[in-house]
């Protein structure tokens, strides 16, 4: 399914990166209310300011309602997004979770989502790769980076005031620097 209001983040492993692009991504773009989405296979226990949407075998749906904290969810939330969505699924239940979380979303609105797993299932306007050199829990991305994606490291984010992504007519662009 392709769908161009998207932008799946993706990265190496832990502290690759993908929260911080998707919070840089969604400060710089602010204006456009972005809907932020992060999906995960872990079905730890829930935190306060996580509302519940909808529950059923293989996936639970929160909207994250608390600023004030330094989760993934609630960091999206304080730089500027205009909704914030948190799912824990199963792998084979990630499709149904992800339509389910849609249904909640303005058609065309542009929304930024951390889950690698998601490229598996959906075709987005844009998908960007996090790199790491650590070698801690590094992630076996390989299928993922034979797909059209960008990519970036912590050491571009911190180098650049712009993330080199637009969001124009119902879909996500890549930017090019000049030299």
Not at 96 to 108: C, H, L, Q, R
Not at 111 to 125: D, F, N
């Amino acid at each position: 399914m392709k769908v161009p209001n998207l932008l799946i983040i993706a990265g190496t492993g832990n502290k690759s990166g993908k929260t911080s692009m998707a919070c840089r991504i969604i400060a710089q773009l602010r204006p456009l209310g972005i809907v932020s989405v992060k999906i995960t296979p872990h079905f730890h226990e829930t935190t306060p300011g996580l509302a519940l949407i909808s529950e059923k075998k293989g996936y639970s749906l929160y909207e994250e309602t608390n600023r004030g904290t330094t989760k993934d969810t609630s960091r999206m939330l304080k730089v500027g997004a205009s909704r914030v969505y948190f799912a824990k699924v199963t792998d084979d239940s990630l499709d149904e979770a992800f339509n389910e979380i849609m249904k909640n979303i303005p058609e065309g609105t542009p929304v930024v989502c951390e889950s690698p797993a998601l490229r598996h299932y959906t075709e987005p306007g844009l998908f960007i790769i996090m790199t790491s050199p650590l070698k801690d829990n590094q992630k076996d991305i390989r299928v993922l980076l034979d797909l059209p994606h960008l990519e970036f490291n912590m050491d571009f984010l911190a180098s650049k005031r712009d993330i080199p992504v637009s969001f124009n007519d119902g879909k996500w662009i890549s930017i090019q620097y000049g030299n």
